[in-house]
């Protein structure tokens, strides 16, 4: 940075004690507020590493918590696993059309004010509280088919909502970096406007695109209030979005936690009383290995199959 | 950037001709508006739904309400029922935004100003890292890390009582295990970083270069450069983000539901147990074994929150659609 190293050159005069010490002090402070903020996130690594690793094995991870009960070591997510799959499916499924189509009103079509207040309420909705998308989604149903319903779609639903706005903004983002240059050569060639954005703009910015959407996707597959109110609680696989309740992972860590301590008879050795503990931060060290994985992969494809933009 | 850079009087025009020709471009322009619009239709639907299905609730006499929810107390009307809550959501929110916007402001300085440009990029991904980790993983550590039993939160809320107790805020008794509104407030504040550190950051880097210059010239330190040239023109962008955390704090569920022992009262003891809550973990405890009437309620709380966390983030928004290209979403 030029400013950095160009200031030593320019001190004619020594700098007073007191503002040299001030300077310092600042930068120390500065420092501080950096390391401040990796120990949670060095501790949570730690902690769910450290806890998560004791039940993690193939078994947990291929069967459901149907049957099981009291201390018993058996058990695993993967009905879960299923659930947080198939809701997280549902919900990108309703918001990546969405939210694309939006971006691309915005960018290549949207002109006064109802494309000024997309934008603005889009910004807006990324601030709606997970919850209250949680409560909507129900309250959608409710009045749709009564009071009480739960299955997996709307969970999909209450996802959705928060997870377009998301879309939108990186999707936005990215056709904006794609230059004016290719959009006013198809243009030229006579290619309806809409072809152009098909097989010109999208097709330049797929790569961006994905990489939206999968971060899109790692931010609502944590998601666990909306969950807790829609798609409920459930020990057995269900694959049907329609109908029943679906189990997810992050419900399912706050409802394994929320279980508590298994009271044991004394000489039990096949009662563990801290399962419940261990099988929930065993599905945390699960969702975060997926959440990694899926930012992972979204900047590997973004650093390797981004278009060359040329140079402006 | 604009997409339409000066176009030609005849670009403009073929391009109205192409837009007339052909089907698919109509249809393919109305399925954009339509997007467009929809979203404002979902926001909207949401307010909607959750009155329709909180009026029950709101028409409900006092004595009604008492009757049929277990958990609503006597004599109270839905007002004075919200009332506490919003206080405990509000305060609880407050704490988080007190201990994160100074840890965050430095945060971005040490990113914009202070780190060596090749490492920049990637000590900002690392402060994303922190908004990656699911809340009920912040709740599970929160409850690991501060409140058990060999937590560091009550030994922090010890020094903090016996330093400060002479503020009513640190009085009374600090809670054994910390499931105080204090401890959940540091948990939201770790969780709101991220958004406010990357939208300070953004301004920030905004500085104009020659601000920087010229105090740098005239023999500012680095520190005095930043104190004249970055603050003042970051100031505002510091406030929108700083309000956009509040409106994330407002809204987080799972860390206050797993770490605070919850209470109906207005106490400003933040260190105490038992005395406060949030809408949003009120709502996630009560939920899922509540009966009809009990969910009308509480989805009445939650439109408290709604119209609360609507408030605050169109106020940001505002604010910082007034100076730049930036969302949190991106």
């Not at chain 1, 997870?163 to 970096?177: A, C, G, I, N």
Request: proline share 5%.
């Amino acid at each position: 940075m030029a400013t950095a190293t160009a200031a030593p050159a320019f001190q004619v005069h020594r700098i007073e004690t007191r503002r040299r010490v001030t300077n310092h002090v600042m930068t120390g402070l500065v420092v501080l507020a950096f390391l401040l903020a990796m120990t949670p996130l060095v501790s949570v690594t730690w902690s769910v590493i450290a806890e998560g690793y004791k039940q993690l094995s193939p078994y947990f991870l291929t069967h459901s918590m149907r049957g099981v009960f009291g201390g018993s070591e058996s058990g695993g997510i993967y009905h879960a696993m299923l659930g947080t799959v198939l809701i997280t499916l549902a919900a990108t499924v309703i918001s990546v059309p969405i939210g694309l189509f939006t971006a691309i009103y915005l960018v290549e079509y949207g002109r006064g004010p109802l494309a000024r207040a997309v934008t603005f309420f889009v910004d807006v909705m990324t601030g709606i509280p997970s919850i209250v998308a949680g409560l909507f989604a129900y309250a959608l149903f409710a009045v749709i088919l009564g009071p009480g319903a739960t299955f997996g779609l709307i969970g999909g639903i209450a996802l959705s909502v928060l997870m377009t706005p998301v879309v939108v903004r990186s999707s936005e983002e990215m056709l904006r970096l794609v230059p004016n240059e290719l959009r006013e050569a198809a243009l030229a060639l006579g290619v309806p406007k809409w072809l152009t954005v098909v097989k010109v703009v999208l097709r330049t910015a797929v790569a961006g695109l994905t990489t939206g959407v999968m971060i899109a996707i790692a931010r609502v597959i944590g998601e666990t209030a909306p969950l807790l109110l829609t798609a409920g609680f459930s020990d057995s696989i269900n694959s049907d979005l329609f109908h029943g309740r679906m189990m997810t992972l992050p419900v399912f860590i706050y409802s394994s936690w929320h279980k508590g301590y298994v009271p044991c008879n004394a000489g039990d050795v096949a009662c563990n009383p801290n399962i419940n503990f261990e099988r929930a931060w065993a599905a945390a060290l699960t969702l975060i290995v997926i959440v990694m994985l899926l930012n992972l992969v979204a900047r590997l494809v973004a650093r390797f199959f981004a278009p060359k933009t040329g140079t402006h | 950037m604009t997409t339409t850079p000066t176009r030609s009087p005849q670009g403009a025009e073929g391009l109205r001709r192409s837009r007339r020709s052909g089907v698919g471009s109509g249809l393919f322009a109305g399925l954009s508006v339509g997007s467009g619009a929809l979203i404002l239709v979902v926001l909207a639907a949401v307010a909607a739904f959750l009155l329709i299905q909180a009026w029950p609730a709101l028409t409900s006499a006092p004595a009604t309400l008492h009757e049929s929810i277990a958990w609503f107390p006597d004599k109270t009307s839905l007002v004075s029922f919200v009332g506490p809550l919003v206080f405990g959501t509000l305060l609880a929110a407050a704490i988080a935004l007190v201990i994160a916007t100074p840890i965050a402001v430095g945060i971005a300085l040490f990113i914009s100003h202070y780190a060596p440009r090749r490492f920049a990029a990637g000590l900002g991904y690392l402060i994303d890292l922190l908004a990656a980790i699911p809340s009920v993983v912040y709740g599970l550590w929160g409850v690991r890390v501060l409140v058990g039993q060999n937590g560091i939160g009550q030994p922090i809320q010890q020094v903090l009582h016996d330093v400060l107790g002479f503020i009513p805020l640190f009085a009374g008794t600090p809670a054994r295990p910390a499931r105080s509104l204090f401890i959940a407030g540091m948990v939201l504040a770790v969780m709101i970083l991220p958004i406010i550190t990357a939208v300070a950051r953004e301004v920030f880097l905004q500085t104009p270069r020659l601000h920087e210059e010229a105090s740098l010239a005239l023999g500012a330190t680095r520190w005095e450069m930043i104190r004249m040239a970055v603050l003042p023109f970051g100031r505002s962008g510091v406030v929108s983000a700083a309000m956009l955390g509040l409106g994330r704090a407002l809204g987080e569920t799972m860390a206050v539901l797993m770490i605070l022992s919850p209470g109906f009262t207005y106490s400003w003891h933040i260190l105490e147990a038992g005395k406060q809550q949030t809408i949003a973990a009120n709502i996630a405890a009560q939920f899922p074994e509540a009966n009809p009437l009990g969910v009308n309620t509480l989805i009445a709380t939650g439109l408290a929150l709604f119209v609360i966390t609507l408030a605050v983030n169109m106020l940001a928004r505002w604010i910082v659609s007034r100076r730049a290209e930036f969302s949190g979403a991106n």
